[in-house]
């Protein structure tokens, strides 16, 4: 096995775990990947040694290690990270009535840097952005605010994979809707990610020597009630874009001060308009 499959198949391995939680076995593991045991428990144990899983002895399986934290830590570090994110995250939660974040973007990826939520107002995890773009509200901040061109290139390397139900996977389709969230400023997700859960989402910008650059979004996430009842998108959607517009605005301007988060003019994530 050569040194580059090593490592493709050993962050398989990491994905993996991380997505089952705490507890999988070799066994299991090896099965979803279609390994063998002999390679799984090789790639299990060097991941165990690094420090990026542990080994549960409880379970008999394994988990996420404590050098991940750091790796997320660092990457945050990088990011435009506001003065008192947490504070107005929490207010977007409450004004909202539904856990709230906030995601930097990071060339055509997205880093969810910060959330606040609770166990009535659960924030999704997403493992990666790749290929959900089009199925997010987030992700369709950035298909709108970036050039024709970087838009058909992220689209044609990632395709219009279905994840639920109601995925956008025609190209004309998306455009409509894209243009739509250029008109509004705001971007909305009817479940097309995860068939329960629907969110919504507001532009970050801030000043750039050619115009606004979008650097991140504030979102909400609500489930997905039948018909528009209590508690979906439709019968509370002014409530929840008050509160991730004000939480954008605030955000925006926490930004422009260079002091409290090193953010610089055209570095990595933003995005310009055209």
């Given amino acids: 096995m050569s040194a580059l ?21 070799a066994k299991a593991v090896a099965r979803r990947l279609e390994y063998n045991l002999s390679t799984t428990y090789h790639l299990l144990d060097s991941l165990v040694s690094d420090g990026y899983l542990v080994r549960l002895e409880a379970s008999r399986g394994f988990g996420l290690g404590p050098k991940l934290p750091a790796l997320h830590d660092r990457l945050v570090a990088q990011l435009p990270v506001p003065r008192g994110l947490g504070g107005i995250l929490g207010e977007v939660h409450g004004t909202a009535g539904a856990g709230a974040l906030y995601a930097a973007f990071r060339d055509d990826d997205v880093v969810v840097v910060a959330h606040d939520d609770c166990a009535e107002h659960p924030v999704p995890v997403i493992s990666t952005w790749r290929g959900a773009l089009h199925a997010t509200a987030i992700g369709k901040l950035w298909l709108a605010e970036c050039g ?6 992220v689209l044609d390397r990632d395709g219009l994979p279905a994840h639920a139900y109601r995925t956008m996977t025609d190209p004309a ?8 969230v250029r008109r509004r400023d705001l971007a909305v997700d009817r479940g097309e990610l ?17 115009g606004p650059v ?27 874009e008050r509160a991730v517009r004000e ?12 002091v409290s988060t090193g ?5 990595p994530g933003a995005v310009r308009r055209g």
């Fill in 194 to 210: 995860r068939e329960r859960l629907a969110c919504m989402a507001a532009p970050v910008r801030v000043p750039g020597a050619d």
């Fill in 173 to 180: 389709a998306l455009e409509r809707e894209l243009d739509a």
């Fill in 214 to 240: 979008l650097v991140g979004a504030v979102a909400v996430a609500v489930p997905v009630v039948p018909a528009g009842g209590p508690g979906s998108i439709a019968d509370r959607r002014d409530r929840l």
């Fill in 263 to 267: 953010w610089d003019d055209g570095g």
């Fill in 5 to 25: 499959s090593s490592v493709h198949r050993a962050l398989q391995v990491l994905e993996v775990v991380a997505a089952a939680g705490d507890g999988i076995t």
């Fill in 247 to 258: 939480g954008a605005r605030r955000l925006a301007v926490a930004l422009q001060d260079r």
């Fill in 148 to 153: 024709a061109a970087e838009r058909r290139a």
